[in-house]
């Protein structure tokens, strides 16, 4: 069964020695954020800041700050309590290959995965851990030890939020994770992008003219399933709190909150309540991101707090994004082969995809496929950008089903060996990230494809192809056999 709550994967991470408790007063301007940092790409643990502080305020904050929790495979691995990620994608796979049964003797034995299914759906709960503390009056951003992660960031942002909306129009729950700016003690900018499900019920509601407000909740620190739910590219009808019950192996417990009608995790560590106004557009940013750059200002709405409630002693939850890698890689990852089955399901020539860490995850996808006829390929390419979770992928690189992808030097060689530029690389025009500073318009720009498979005489390439240099087996094994003898090191060999 899945944790409970943040506070039982703090306590496995602790046992398996892949948390630090840091002691040390530290600085939530930046100085987090550079220790975070090195800690991140060394491969370490994740960290507990004890005593976090404002020297800029003169505040030492009452809440701890955990983060980096996800930042290795290994972690992400805990979080979802499986030996592999693919044993995870694997699960998914069996969901996904559930047909509907055709005798009687099959709809018995389908009996005990629907029920497995059916037991996933949230729980609604009266009250839950999150309801021990509701400030109705009294209360303020300022107490939460919110981060300003980078030099040029246009101040504090709370990075790693869960926010909760409905849509006007179908009723239908959202969860996406859209970083907050903090305005002053009640307000803060509300980052979600264009393409976003949140965005949507704005516009929807914007469209309506008539109601200006809508409701939001946000939840920050759960059990790592439901805090990954906010960054899954589920499709729109897939409710994110029935897929983190999925992942956990039990319902997501939700409570209603205070002064808006939605509901939120119930062994949350903090939820903010309060509304988002059409009128109320600000000027967000500059904020230094998951590409490596400062994404620059732009116009969202804020956010504007009604209520705070919170456990006793809660903990606060951050991350922090910048030149990869970082936590966020192996969040990306986690996404990567959670939702290989579902491109399986719709592409089911293709193998294998890599996403590499210096892509920051939509410049740059790796597809290997198992090749059957003439422009595969580009089928391959074309139908992945029609996919809502990559549609903003910015290159896509196809290789054959012998390529291991996850080998970028074995992907370079055998690419640039197999292209021929001006016939391989096809250009298109469409919508990509926000976040994508090298694109013509805000949101609008192209993206390229290659295709760097062994071009066949179908496709026009009447030339043999030359074979790959490959030592005959028998002499490998005489050398191995022969090696101690030699005076070599191991490396060598």
Request: charged share 25%.
């Amino acid at each position: 069964m899945g944790y409970q709550d943040l506070r039982a994967f703090m306590n496995r991470l602790e046992r398996e020695g892949e948390l630090r408790r840091i002691r040390a007063a530290v600085d939530v301007d930046l100085e987090i954020t550079e220790i975070t940092d090195r800690v991140s790409k060394a491969g370490g643990p994740a960290l507990f800041f004890e005593a976090p502080c404002s020297a800029r305020d003169g505040v030492n904050y009452s809440m701890p700050v955990l983060i980096n929790m996800l930042g290795t495979r290994r972690r992400m691995e805990l979080a979802l309590e499986v030996a592999s990620l693919e044993e995870a994608a694997g699960r998914i796979t069996e969901l996904l290959e559930m047909a509907a049964p055709e005798g009687l003797l099959d709809k018995v034995r389908m009996l005990p995965k629907l029920a497995e299914v059916g037991s996933f759906f949230p729980k609604t709960v009266r009250h839950g851990p999150v309801k021990e503390v509701i400030e109705r009056e009294d209360f303020s951003l300022r107490r939460l030890p919110v981060m300003k992660c980078w030099p040029e960031d246009a101040g504090r942002f709370i990075t790693f939020p869960m926010v909760i909306t409905r849509s006007p129009k179908t009723g239908r729950r959202n969860v996406g994770c859209y970083r907050m700016q903090v305005y002053d003690e009640r307000t803060t900018a509300m980052h979600w992008q264009v393409h976003k499900g949140g965005a949507e019920h704005f516009r929807w509601l914007e469209r309506q003219g008539g109601e200006r407000r809508m409701e939001v909740a946000v939840a920050i620190g759960c059990d790592p399933a439901t805090m990954l739910a906010g960054i899954l590219p589920l499709p729109a009808e897939v409710d994110e709190f029935l897929f983190a019950g999925f992942l956990r192996r039990q319902p997501v417990e939700l409570v209603a909150c205070e002064t808006v009608k939605l509901e939120v995790p119930a062994q949350a560590e903090i939820v903010l309540e309060g509304y988002v106004d059409l009128d109320d557009v600000r000027t967000e940013g500059p904020f230094g991101d998951h590409t490596g750059y400062y994404s620059l200002e732009d116009q969202f709405p804020a956010f504007h707090l009604t209520c705070v409630t919170h456990r006793k002693n809660p903990i606060y939850v951050s991350t922090i994004v910048g030149p990869p890698p970082m936590e966020d890689y192996w969040m990306g990852y986690a996404v990567e082969r959670l939702f290989l089955p579902l491109m399986r399901q719709q592409l089911p020539e293709v193998v294998e995809m890599h996403m590499p860490a210096e892509g920051v995850f939509h410049n740059l996808m790796i597809v290997s496929i198992r090749k059957s006829y003439p422009g595969q390929a580009r089928r391959v390419m074309n139908a992945i950008w029609g996919l809502p979770g990559s549609m903003f992928t910015k290159c896509i690189v196809v290789v054959d089903e012998d390529v291991d992808v996850h080998n970028l030097r074995e992907v370079a060689w055998k690419a640039l060996n197999h292209i021929d530029p001006e016939r391989d690389i096809q250009f298109v025009l469409g919508p990509v990230d926000q976040l994508e500073h090298a694109s013509r318009l805000p949101c609008y720009g192209s993206k390229m494809g290659v295709d760097a498979t062994r071009k066949w005489p179908g496709e026009g390439f009447a030339r043999p192809w030359p074979n790959e240099i490959v030592m005959d087996p028998r002499v490998k094994e005489k050398i191995d056999a022969l090696w101690p003898s030699l005076g070599l090191s191991r490396e060598h060999s």
